[in-house]
């Protein structure tokens, strides 16, 4: 089945440095989601990319996707602690409108 | 945050029992999911709904039910729960389907002895 695949599966990097997280999926898609998700919580959406975009931003928050690659990637500049977390992406179908598909997410700890 | 409420948030069981998990919102979404969260496995799909009394299947739908007799309430059994079935399950909401963001509840921690 189609599935984002992130990289790397762990990352552990200063306060205040930028962290980036990669997502490589095997189809085409219609669009890319990101997600967060702390511990003991569900997730939260953060950021969603459509095919025909190559950059999207919110804040902190910078998502590049890159199609011919199938190939995404998040970068959080000026890292917080409280941006310890784990992130997800995940993907729909071509031909589908309903689900979308996880991959098994970047785990993200912030050394204060 | 969205309106979403997951219950019970734990429960703890024994192979062979009927369990049933239960989402309600108050959006008014058309579309709710439900995913079990595993170890190296990240979220998989278990069953949605895309409308009241309209529900399919995900990728891992064996051994679970559903039911959504109203748009707010989404149900999730486990006709007879085994070992397989210890996870953490979550249920999300979406308006429109795969092309808007999906709002999760914090999930139900399910255990079975």
């Known amino acids: 089945s189609q599935q984002g695949e992130e990289d790397p599966q762990a990352l552990s990097i200063q306060e205040g440095e930028n962290a980036t997280m990669n997502c490589s999926y095997k189809t085409s898609i219609n669009n890319l989601q990101w997600y967060r998700q702390n511990s003991g919580r569900g997730l939260v959406h953060l950021i969603l990319i459509r095919s025909n975009e190559r950059e999207k931003h919110s804040g902190r928050l910078r998502v590049t996707l890159d199609t011919s690659k199938k190939s995404s990637s998040l970068l959080i500049t000026a890292s917080r602690a409280a941006d310890t977390a784990s992130y997800f992406c995940a993907t729909d179908r071509p031909n589908g409108n309903e689900k979308l598909t996880f991959g098994t997410g970047t785990r993200l700890t912030i050394i204060p | 945050d969205a309106g979403i409420t997951q219950s019970p948030r734990h429960k703890v069981t024994e192979t062979g029992t009927p369990v049933t998990l239960r989402c309600h919102q108050t959006?008014?979404?058309?579309?709710m999911y439900w995913y079990r969260q595993d170890p190296g496995h990240g979220l998989r799909l278990i069953h949605y709904s895309y409308g009241v009394k309209d529900t399919d299947k995900g990728e891992v739908s064996d051994g679970y039910s559903v039911s959504r007799s109203k748009t707010e309430d989404f149900l999730l059994t486990l006709e007879s729960a085994t070992s397989s079935q210890t996870s953490v399950y979550f249920c999300?909401?979406?308006?429109?389907?795969?092309?808007?963001?999906?709002?999760f509840g914090d999930g139900t921690r399910l255990s079975i002895l």
């Open positions: 999300a909401i979406s308006k429109t389907g795969s092309d808007q963001p999906q709002h």
């Open positions: 959006e008014n979404h058309r579309y």
